[in-house]
């Protein structure tokens, strides 16, 4: 049986409390947290995260470098006023490059938002998508700890832990 | 969802299109959702990473076997780690293959109905505790030299999931090569064991790198795109030199009587790879074929219950939000 397919979510994590919230991915979910466990499984297996958010795939507006060389790519638009997370993928140059949150923006629609952004910083890619519909886990001291110490304190965690194994040198297990 | 664009070689603006697309590749940028990119560059990305999500996937059959029967509860940790990471690792490679525009649901049913493949060295069962080891060790090790290469493909998501993959993989196999020295310098019963598990897992382990260059039709237009960055045959003598000589000197002696070191080039020769046998399980005659996807449509089927359930939870809080 097929077309059961649940919606997909935009994963977005925050490593630290001062590092940038960036886009790492999608999960499949029955609603918004459910996402938010999922997303916990995938990305957060390893430490370290102090917040998650997640947002439906199909409401983030896309717009890439080429599409940017076009006059019409970001036509205003007319909507009501809302705020929008805006992202930022800097360099298409190395691998680890993620699309980074340069800030909230009030406008009128994507568009618009990332016509603001782009004033403040440059990209390659840049996408859109209305606060209204992200969700987030809270940055209490409460939550970040019962959402993210469990995967800290993970055994097994890092490769580190054997260090380096020879045929010689093998310690007991 | 990702607009899809045209890249057909018919298409009036291809050729103009294709060389910008190579130039970009050539100055070492990656590629995203949404850039233009020829059909078949496409058509490759989505057949090579479902068939490694696929892989993932399935590759926690034979080592789940023995997570009840591992022989200490550290081992029982270090191995439910490991198989939750192949689920995870199965999670960032369906996603980049989504960012192409195929969906998720596609690529499970290709799976389920036998459609789709995944790596041949699920098909082989794991016999003793050893094996788990040699997988850690050998397969994995083979699995990361595969994957450092990919980590510096030329489309983005891709190489993102490759790098996550490969700083996981990396446990996986040092995990792998201490359960073997362990057993390698243990007693008679597990040296032998551990003997019997490289006899068993050596020739699978090379035909993971894929048929020789000069059998590989996909080969060189991979190379031209930057999908792939290093040829099967590189792939597979990157992996013998590493792992026979710590084999050896571990005590153990790979089933191959025409393994030698070649001085002039520093690399160590294999004998001839019994290649019959790898087309035949990936026909679908290895001997655990069937029992693999048998048990991944059980899981499928046995899990839908939860799926509904979840469905209609979801669908009530997002009523509830909306009163």
């Known amino acids: 049986m097929w077309g059961t397919e649940w919606p997909r979510y935009e994963v977005m994590k925050q490593d630290t409390p001062r590092s940038p919230v960036q886009m790492v991915g999608s999960v499949h979910a029955a609603d918004p947290e459910h996402a938010l466990l999922v997303a916990r499984h995938v990305f957060v297996r390893r430490p370290a995260a102090y917040a998650l958010f997640v947002a439906p795939a199909e409401a983030f507006f896309h717009i890439t470098q080429e599409a940017l060389k076009d006059p019409g790519g970001l036509s205003p638009e007319e909507g009501p006023e809302e705020a929008y997370w805006v992202f930022a993928k800097r360099s298409h140059r190395r691998s680890m490059v993620y699309g980074d949150l340069l800030g909230r923006f009030l406008a009128k629609g994507p568009a618009d938002a990332i016509a603001q952004a782009l004033l403040q910083g440059q990209g390659v890619a840049f996408w859109a998508v209305p606060e209204r519909l992200v969700v987030g886990t809270e940055s209490t001291e409460e939550v970040v700890e019962s959402w993210f110490a469990p995967a800290k304190e993970k055994t097994y965690r890092l490769q580190s832990y054997y260090g380096l194994i020879t045929a010689k040198g093998v310690e007991d297990a | ?323």
């Not at chain 2, 070492?28 to 496409?42: F, H, I, N, S, T």
């Not at chain 2, 999500?53 to 926690?60: D, N, P, T």
């Not at chain 2, 649901?105 to 799976?111: I, S, T």
């Open chain 2, 1 to 323: 969802m990702v607009r899809l664009r045209i890249g057909y070689p018919e298409d009036p603006d291809y050729g103009e299109r294709l060389a910008e697309f190579e130039a970009r590749i050539a100055r070492g940028e990656k590629l995203e959702p949404g850039d233009w990119m020829p059909a078949e560059y496409r058509r490759q990305l989505i057949r090579m990473i479902s068939q490694h999500a696929h892989s993932e996937w399935v590759g926690m059959l034979p080592e789940g076997a023995w997570i009840p029967r591992a022989p200490s509860i550290r081992r029982k940790l270090i191995l439910l780690a490991k198989v939750q990471d192949e689920a995870g690792h199965g999670q960032y490679l369906y996603h980049a293959a989504e960012t192409l525009g195929v969906t998720r649901e596609e690529m499970v049913e290709a799976l389920l109905s036998g459609r789709a493949k995944y790596s041949n060295i699920f098909n082989y069962p794991t016999l003793t505790w050893a094996d788990v080891g040699i997988i850690g060790w050998l397969v994995d090790g083979m699995a990361i030299k595969n994957q450092t290469m990919l980590a510096q493909c030329s489309y983005g998501p891709y190489s993102r999931a490759m790098v996550r993959i490969c700083a996981e993989e990396t446990f996986h196999h040092k995990q792998g090569k201490e359960a073997v020295l362990l057993y390698a310098k243990g007693s008679r019963k597990q040296r032998q064991m551990v003997q019997d598990a490289l006899n068993r897992w050596w020739w699978p382990t090379l035909m993971m790198a894929g048929p020789h260059d000069t059998d590989s039709p996909h080969t060189p237009l991979l190379l031209r795109w930057g999908i792939k960055t290093k040829t099967n045959d590189q792939v597979r003598q990157e992996f013998l030199n590493e792992h026979v000589p710590e084999l050896l000197d571990a005590g153990l002696i790979p089933p191959d009587p025409d393994l030698r070191y070649d001085e002039k080039t520093g690399n160590w020769i294999h004998g001839p790879i019994p290649w019959d046998e790898f087309w035949k399980v990936i026909q679908g005659e290895g001997p655990m074929n069937r029992h693999r996807l048998e048990a991944r449509r059980r899981a499928h089927e046995e899990g839908r219950w939860v799926r509904e359930a979840l469905e209609a939870h979801g669908r009530r809080r997002l009523a509830q939000a909306a009163d």
